[in-house]
């Protein structure tokens, strides 16, 4: 299940062949990485190998249900803050609040516009992963615009290999958690790629230098025995 760096990955889970082919295509076509599940015991064990950035559930699906699914997702500290758009056939509003209320973040009707399904996926992200949709990201006086590729402190543009650009999103999207050097690794490297630990450090000593060109304090934090973090 190889997946790209800084992609952001999506899990489409739907039964029917036709229209989880139909969502992949167009959610790949906008630059997503697509996981696939064909019903809910698959969703969740995909989702424990490979944490995706957000799901697209659909309700009715054979063995474990789509509510159900959701529901498991939401309880678990590790993948309640992955958004999920719930899918549905039915349209009464009932189902809608019952989706809601399982913690789905956000829910269509079939037959929905694919259009707006990845107008919603984006504005999920834009909430959890914003440099992956073109977002600017501002930490104290660093700009980062994801989209122009290009980073500021205070009047002066720095010049960062894509490398660098990669690290500093993920810390900037998240200032003050702490990142082990392993989950640097699957978020900026990707996960299938063999990249030695210590690789991270040395790009993380690039990044400082570039951050202090042009003066100001090291905003980077060097964690004991846990990892980096941003402020
Ligand atoms: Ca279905």
Known sequence: MAHSADKPVVLVVEDEPAQREILSYNLQAEGFEVLRAEDGEEALMVVAETPPDIIVLDWMLPRVSGI???????????????????????????????????????????????????????????????????ARL??????????????????SELKLGPTEFRLLSTFMEKPGRVWSREQLLDRVWGRDIYVDTRTVDVHIGRLRK??????????????????????
């Not at 570039?210 to 402020?231: K, N, Q, S």
């Open 210 to 231: 570039a951050l202090c060109m042009h003066g100001g304090d090291d905003p980077l934090r060097t964690v004991r025995g846990a990892g980096y973090a941003l402020g």
């Open 68 to 134: 159900e699914v959701c529901r498991r997702l939401k309880m678990r500290p590790e993948t309640a803050s992955v958004p999920i758009i719930m899918l549905s056939a039915r349209s009464e509003e009932v189902d809608r609040v019952r989706g809601l209320e399982t913690g789905a973040d956000d829910y269509m009707i079939k037959p929905y516009s694919v259009i707006e399904l990845m107008a919603r996926v984006r504005v999920q992200l834009r909430r959890t992963r914003p440099a992956s949709v073109g």
């Open 138 to 155: 501002e930490y104290a006086d660093i700009v980062l615009d994801s989209e122009e590729h290009r980073v500021f402190r205070g009047p």
